[in-house]
Structure formats: structure tokens, C-alpha cells
């Protein structure tokens, strides 16, 4: 009766008299009187035995219950996710720089994240033009500022004409602003010398990863042998695989061929789509170019091969192209799967359905924490659309202000505009200095023994493959670990910078490679280069 007191008895010190009195008896009877000096609790308390307080402890074990969400309880495909490049070794450089802040000494005196594609984190500065019209979005106060110039106030002032109440901070449709899917529309028949583009194909997302996460949603279905096969390149970018696994989708391999620069081979394609066939469904084919974490750009003829393979096999075709303004190597140049599916003629154009992806993210701009991005989706079936707007809707919109981001990408200065001689000079300093890190990085690790590194045609990103000792790959194996992950570990304790074992992008089986980002400033990337080129040679020694 007396085991629980009321919230209302609790809060005016009120106990139950047989409690108090059960209390202060055993207090005082277990050990007689209590000494001089000791004191009692105040009239109006519980004064508690220890036999008591035992068993107020067994009651409240048997009021806690099993956790409902456990590791046994939770979704099996949630489990199933992994994604490397915030993966383990990402969560160890986050403890080596606590206990850097906390002065434990290392053999450096900072960590250097290498693992990811964040340019700005890397110290590039923003495009000033971008900036200033988000501003203006953000504060609209600040378009009767002088310090802003008229081709930005007019980009901001036709942005928020779109919003609802001229506000950034209104929702807007899930498809996103309708003039911004006009300018994206405006912006791909630019870059692809006239080939149409429609505003209604459309969708405004948050980066690339929220097209590319939609898209696969809608495309997956079936059970058993019908379950529905995703065609990826390895090595691949994690979104991928991690998205794959949470839809409980089938993973199909397809590999690069690095002795060939990391190029994309049909008769590989085929090889691994008839292998599929026998125990799934496999319908959708995905492309990554420029290549993430390969940096090949694909030529324009293996395009066609793909477009064609894919039409051949009723293949549903995803071409990631965030990279697409990251293009280095002389004779090299991107070409869009929209404008060559155009190219190739009504037969393929009428038919082969595609969605194509752009972000903020990559290319000169590096805003990645916008999450500015859209999709291009072409030949969907017109009840599909219906469908694709409903899924999009049930997250609302697209943050406003990525859509804003998104705008200036598609939609920047032209010559005569009042900013566009500042903004080419920014975007092409970017692009340049991207260049010459590209060539330094392929250059430096092609001269470390045991190291060998592909041209790096495009994105922002080394992908060298490492020679491991035969004494290291057992040690590997001793800790549970995939070797170049082992390599990896080391090479982020001994030196502090962290890259992402090759083994978190997919490799062909008995190779080991890593991917590293050139976004460093050039007098950090070359300490890095030097820092990593000591290392490799010191590992080769203790594991030989």
C-alpha cells in the first residue's frame, strides 16, 4: 500500500505515518540511539532502513522494462547500412583531436580530414556572387544596401517573387521554385548546345543524395527472384550501397577496369547482368561521371555503348553527374547522357528513361552544407510522375535556401553583367588550382615505391592502389580488420591524416587501395603527399 507516494504527497513533504514510523523505528532500533551529533532526517520525510532502500531498488528493477528498440529489435536494413566515408576510421580521427584539445602528445599537432569531398572545410572560399544572392534571400533588408550589386538584387528579388510571403523560410512546392526548375531547365539546354530541356522534368532535391535516394524508392520492388537488382560500378560511391541495403534491395557488381584508367567495359556490364538474372531482377543501371572515387571522365563513345546497352535490356539508367565541371586532363571533356541519348536519335531519346543528378556541392562551388541539388528525369511514365511528387511531398520541400544556391549555379553572371568578370576569375582559380592538386597528387604517389596512382581526369579525388606486406595483412587479420582499413588506421595514428580504405568503395578481390581528396590547399596537399609518402615506405620496411 505504502510501496509509492503520490507526486502531490511527494511535493509537500507529506509521507505516509506507517512509512515514517517504519522508518525511524528501524533507524533507531537496528542500532539504539544514534550517536551524538548524528541527524536525523526532518519531521515529514521517509527516514529509510537499508533493508528499505533494497528493496525500493527491486521494485524499481522490476517497474524498468526491456528497451522496446534494441540491436536484435531494430530494422534489419537500417543495420545492414554502411557508409565508409563517415565510417570507424572517421570516428577515430574525431577521438585523436579530443585528446589533441586535451594536450595528449602525438607524433603531429593536427588531424587532417582527407576522407571527404568538403571544399570549404578545406579552406576554398566561397564564390562571392553565390554568396551575395543568398544573403539577399536570407535578409531582403539588404537589397537597399549599395554594397550589393544589381545583378545579384535581381536574382534575389526573382527568387523570392517564387517564395510564398517573399520568404526564404516559407515551404515551397515539393517539386521545388518554379523559376529556379526554370532556370536548371534553361541551364542543361546551355551546357548541352540546345537539346530541350522541360521545367515540369524537373525536381529540385536536397544535394544529389535525396534524388538519388527518391529515384531508387519508387524503382525497387518484388520479392525473391523478382527482387528488383541495382546495377552499381566498383568502386563506387557509398551512397549507393548504403541506400541499396536500406531498401533491401539486390547490389549487382559491375567492375571498372583500372588497368584502363578505370574504364567502363559493355562486355563487363553484361557479364554481370547475365550473372544477375539468376537471382534477381536487375532494372536499374547506375553510372558515376566524372568517376567518384576513380576520376575517370568517360568518353563520349563509351557513353553511346552504355545508353545503347541499357535501351537493349530495358535497363533504367541513373547517371550521377555532380562532377561535371571537374575535369582536368587534356583531352578530356564531360559530356551529359541527356545530350548524347538526344544525339542519338527518337528511338533512343522517346524511350530509354533516365534521371540525371547535379548539387551544389562539387564542382568550383563547394557548398556542400547548403545541400542544393536537382534532378533531371526523363521518359518516366506519366502515372509514375504522379507517384515520384507524392514521395517527394511527404518531406515537404528541398531546404529554400539550397534551392537558392542551385539557382546560382545554373544561373550565374554573363559577360556585361556587373559581377561576372569577379565570378570567372573566382570559378577559374578554383578550377585551375583543383587541376594542378590533381596532377601533383598522381605525380607524388606514382614515385612511392609500392604505390600506384590512375590520372586523375576528373572530381576530387586520388584513388592510389597500395602493395600490403603479406606480414601486414596477417597483422590485419589478428585485429579483425580488412587490410588496407589496417593501413589506413595506421597511417591516421602515426601521421593524423585520415583517408577511407578502399574497401569502403568495393574493390576487385587481393587489391588494396584507398581514396584521398585533393581539396588541401597546395602547400598542405604537398606536406600531406611528402607525409604519406614516408609512411608508406617505413610500413613496406617494418612489414617486409
Not at 260 to 265: E, K
Not at 411 to 440: D, H, M, R, T
Not at 452 to 468: D, E, H, S, V
Not at 506 to 511: A, C, I, L, S, V
Given at each position: 500500500?505504502?510501496?509509492?507516494?503520490?507526486?502531490?504527497?511527494?511535493?509537500?513533504?507529506?509521507?505516509?505515518?506507517?512509512?515514517?514510523?517504519?522508518?525511524?523505528?528501524?533507524?533507531?532500533?537496528?542500532?539504539?540511539?544514534?550517536?551524538?551529533?548524528?541527524?536525523?532526517?526532518?519531521?515529514?520525510?521517509?527516514?529509510?532502513?537499508?533493508?528499505?532502500?533494497?528493496?525500493?531498488?527491486?521494485?524499481?528493477?522490476?517497474?524498468?522494462?526491456?528497451?522496446?528498440?534494441?540491436?536484435?529489435?531494430?530494422?534489419?536494413?537500417?543495420?545492414?547500412?554502411?557508409?565508409?566515408?563517415?565510417?570507424?576510421?572517421?570516428?577515430?580521427?574525431?577521438?585523436?583531436?579530443?585528446?589533441?584539445?586535451?594536450?595528449?602528445?602525438?607524433?603531429?599537432?593536427?588531424?587532417?580530414?582527407?576522407?571527404?569531398?568538403?571544399?570549404?572545410?578545406?579552406?576554398?572560399?566561397?564564390?562571392?556572387?553565390?554568396?551575395?544572392?543568398?544573403?539577399?534571400?536570407?535578409?531582403?533588408?539588404?537589397?537597399?544596401?549599395?554594397?550589393?550589386?544589381?545583378?545579384?538584387?535581381?536574382?534575389?528579388?526573382?527568387?523570392?517573387?517564387?517564395?510564398?510571403?517573399?520568404?526564404?523560410?516559407?515551404?515551397?512546392?515539393?517539386?521545388?521554385?518554379?523559376?529556379?526548375?526554370?532556370?536548371?531547365?534553361?541551364?542543361?539546354?546551355?551546357?548541352?548546345?540546345?537539346?530541350?530541356?522541360?521545367?515540369?522534368?524537373?525536381?529540385?532535391?536536397?544535394?544529389?543524395?535525396?534524388?538519388?535516394?527518391?529515384?531508387?524508392?519508387?524503382?525497387?520492388?518484388?520479392?525473391?527472384?523478382?527482387?528488383?537488382?541495382?546495377?552499381?560500378?566498383?568502386?563506387?560511391?557509398?551512397?549507393?550501397?548504403?541506400?541499396?541495403?536500406?531498401?533491401?534491395?539486390?547490389?549487382?557488381?559491375?567492375?571498372?577496369?583500372?588497368?584502363?584508367?578505370?574504364?567502363?567495359?559493355?562486355?563487363?556490364?553484361?557479364?554481370?547482368?547475365?550473372?544477375?538474372?539468376?537471382?534477381?531482377?536487375?532494372?536499374?543501371?547506375?553510372?558515376?561521371?566524372?568517376?567518384?572515387?576513380?576520376?575517370?571522365?568517360?568518353?563520349?563513345?563509351?557513353?553511346?555503348?552504355?545508353?545503347?546497352?541499357?535501351?537493349?535490356?530495358?535497363?533504367?539508367?541513373?547517371?550521377?553527374?555532380?562532377?561535371?565541371?571537374?575535369?582536368?586532363?587534356?583531352?578530356?571533356?564531360?559530356?551529359?547522357?541527356?545530350?548524347?541519348?538526344?544525339?542519338?536519335?527518337?528511338?533512343?531519346?522517346?524511350?530509354?528513361?533516365?534521371?540525371?543528378?547535379?548539387?551544389?556541392s562539387k564542382g568550383y562551388m563547394g557548398e556542400c552544407g547548403y545541400r542544393g541539388g536537382y534532378m533531371e528525369v526523363l521518359n518516366l511514365h506519366p502515372d509514375i510522375k504522379g507517384q515520384l511528387v507524392k514521395l517527394l511531398s511527404v518531406r515537404?520541400?528541398?531546404?529554400?535556401?539550397?534551392?537558392?544556391?542551385?539557382?546560382?549555379?545554373?544561373?550565374?553572371?554573363?559577360?556585361?553583367?556587373?559581377?561576372?568578370?569577379?565570378?570567372?576569375?573566382?570559378?577559374?582559380?578554383?578550377?585551375?588550382?583543383?587541376?594542378?592538386?590533381?596532377?601533383?597528387?598522381?605525380?607524388?604517389?606514382?614515385?612511392?615505391?609500392?604505390?600506384?596512382?590512375?590520372?586523375?581526369?576528373?572530381?576530387?579525388?586520388?584513388?592510389?592502389?597500395?602493395?600490403?606486406?603479406?606480414k601486414a595483412i596477417e597483422e590485419a587479420k589478428a585485429h579483425k580488420m580488412a587490410p588496407d582499413m589496417f593501413y589506413c588506421m595506421k597511417l591516421l595514428e602515426e601521421t593524423g591524416i585520415c583517408v577511407v580504405p578502399g574497401s569502403g568503395f568495393?574493390?576487385?578481390?587481393?587489391?588494396y587501395h584507398f581514396r584521398m581528396t585533393i581539396l588541401p590547399q597546395v602547400d598542405k596537399l604537398k606536406i600531406l603527399l611528402e607525409k604519406m609518402k614516408d609512411f608508406h615506405i617505413k610500413f613496406l620496411e617494418k612489414y617486409a
Open positions: 500500500m505504502h510501496r509509492f507516494v503520490s507526486a502531490a504527497g511527494r511535493a509537500a513533504g507529506r509521507v505516509p505515518t506507517s512509512c515514517r514510523g517504519a522508518g525511524e523505528e528501524a533507524l533507531r532500533g537496528a542500532v539504539g540511539r544514534p550517536p551524538r551529533g548524528a541527524r536525523l532526517p526532518p519531521e515529514g520525510t521517509a527516514r529509510w532502513s537499508s533493508a528499505a532502500k533494497a528493496s525500493a531498488v527491486k521494485i524499481n528493477e522490476k517497474a524498468s522494462r526491456e528497451k522496446i528498440l534494441t540491436l536484435e529489435s531494430m530494422n534489419p536494413q537500417v543495420k545492414a547500412v554502411e557508409y565508409a566515408v563517415r565510417g570507424p576510421i572517421v570516428h577515430k580521427a574525431g577521438e585523436i583531436e579530443k585528446e589533441l584539445r586535451k594536450g595528449i602528445k602525438k607524433p603531429f599537432t593536427e588531424v587532417i580530414k582527407a576522407n571527404i569531398g568538403d571544399a570549404q572545410a578545406m579552406g576554398q572560399r566561397p564564390i562571392t556572387f553565390l554568396r551575395q544572392v543568398v544573403a539577399l534571400c536570407t535578409y531582403p533588408n539588404l537589397l537597399d544596401s549599395p554594397s550589393f550589386p544589381e545583378d545579384a538584387k535581381k536574382r534575389a528579388r526573382r527568387i523570392l517573387q517564387g517564395c510564398g510571403g517573399n520568404s526564404l523560410g516559407a515551404y515551397t512546392a515539393s517539386q521545388g521554385i518554379n523559376c529556379i526548375r526554370e532556370d536548371v531547365a534553361s541551364y542543361i539546354e546551355r551546357r548541352d548546345g540546345g537539346v530541350p530541356a522541360d521545367p515540369d522534368n524537373i525536381y529540385l532535391t536536397t544535394g544529389a543524395s535525396d534524388g538519388i535516394t527518391s529515384i531508387l524508392k519508387i524503382l525497387v520492388s518484388g520479392g525473391g527472384k523478382s527482387r528488383t537488382g541495382v546495377m552499381i560500378p566498383i568502386p563506387q560511391y557509398p551512397l549507393y550501397s548504403a541506400v541499396i541495403s536500406e531498401l533491401d534491395a539486390i547490389q549487382v557488381n559491375y567492375y571498372l577496369d583500372e588497368e584502363n584508367c578505370w574504364s567502363l567495359d559493355v562486355n563487363e556490364l553484361r557479364r554481370s547482368l547475365n550473372e544477375a538474372k539468376a537471382y534477381c531482377n536487375p532494372k536499374v543501371l547506375c553510372i558515376i561521371n566524372p568517376g567518384n572515387p576513380t576520376g575517370q571522365v568517360q568518353s563520349r563513345k563509351c557513353i553511346e555503348d552504355v545508353i545503347h546497352f541499357a535501351w537493349e535490356e530495358k535497363l533504367f539508367l541513373l547517371a550521377d553527374e555532380v562532377y561535371q565541371d571537374n575535369v582536368y586532363s587534356e583531352g578530356c571533356q564531360f559530356h551529359s547522357f541527356k545530350k548524347i541519348l538526344y544525339e542519338m536519335g527518337p528511338e533512343y531519346s522517346n524511350n530509354v528513361e533516365l534521371a540525371s543528378f547535379h548539387s551544389t515537404l520541400c528541398p531546404p529554400v535556401s539550397g534551392q537558392a544556391a542551385m539557382d546560382i549555379v545554373v544561373n550565374p553572371p554573363v559577360p556585361g553583367e556587373e559581377s561576372y568578370s569577379q565570378f570567372i576569375k573566382e570559378k577559374e582559380s578554383v578550377l585551375n588550382n583543383l587541376a594542378k592538386k590533381a596532377k601533383l597528387a598522381e605525380d607524388m604517389f606514382n614515385k612511392v615505391p609500392g604505390v600506384k596512382c590512375n590520372p586523375l581526369q576528373g572530381a576530387m579525388y586520388a584513388f592510389p592502389r597500395i602493395f600490403i606486406p603479406s568495393g574493390q576487385r578481390e587481393g587489391t
